[in-house]
């Protein structure tokens, strides 16, 4: 009977550091899991709080009636929504600096918890759950961009310095009101919320502060662009060396 029981206190001595790791090593799974599920949970709510930043700038201008950044925002909004493409327009840059912010927060907080869960996978001698945690941390390492150097956008027929004038008749006969304008490469123009596309050959879409448009042919020689606005107004544009 005395041997009986020193054989199962021998046995309970052998198991219980075996039984102490696996408790160790569920105890590091289930901190780790924490973190990754808190990670997720930020990331949803980081989205979430941007996306509704742009929304309430897209009912800030559309009840300015500026068409032209409308346009933009409705842009912006479908690429995040759609594709997760982050905004780089202007309007929304404090929205999107706050996002990127809560963003590295959350996976600056990961990346710590993973690199206590190694720490402590490798104290346990757990060799092959280090080694996961480990994976992931390479895999998931900020990624150190190469310089690039930024190409600017093509020219175009009708980038340049331009003199445009728009006809306006009135009871007192017709006044003309005359700009003068530097029609940038990309679609841009010297004159803030002003914009341009190219819908054809030599055919073109002004777009003027505050959504007006004026739908532009250029000439042959690329000397001069005539068309009408939305509302029927002549317009002429004569390039200015």
Do not use: C
């Amino acid at each position: 009977m005395r041997l009986l029981f020193v054989l199962v206190l021998a046995t309970t001595a052998v198991l219980t550091p075996r039984a102490a790791e696996a408790r160790q090593s569920d105890a590091i799974k289930a901190t780790l899991d924490k973190a990754r599920s808190a990670h997720g949970a930020r990331i949803e709510a980081a989205r979430t709080k941007l996306e509704k930043a742009i929304e309430a700038k897209i009912e800030e201008v559309a009840a300015k009636a500026d068409l032209a950044s409308l346009k933009k925002l409705e842009a912006v909004k479908n690429a995040f929504v759609q594709d997760r493409t982050l905004p780089t327009e202007a309007l929304v840059a404090k929205a999107r600096k706050d996002y990127d912010t809560e963003i590295f927060a959350a996976n600056l907080a990961l990346r710590k918890a993973r690199e206590t869960a190694k720490l402590d996978y490798t104290k346990a001698r757990k060799i092959a759950e280090a080694e996961a945690v480990d994976a992931e941390l390479r895999a998931s390492a900020p990624k150190v961009a190469r310089p690039q150097v930024k190409e600017p956008p093509p020219n175009d027929k009708i980038t340049g310095q331009w003199s445009i004038a728009i006809g306006d008749r009135t009871l007192e006969g017709e006044k003309v009101r005359t700009m003068n304008i530097r029609i940038d490469a990309g679609g841009g123009a010297s004159v803030p919320g002003m914009l341009w596309r190219k819908d054809g050959a030599d055919v073109y879409t002004l777009i003027f502060p505050g959504g007006r448009t004026a739908k532009v042919r250029l000439g042959a020689r690329g000397e001069q662009f005539r068309g009408k606005m939305t509302d029927g107004k002549p317009v002429i544009g004569n390039r200015k060396v």
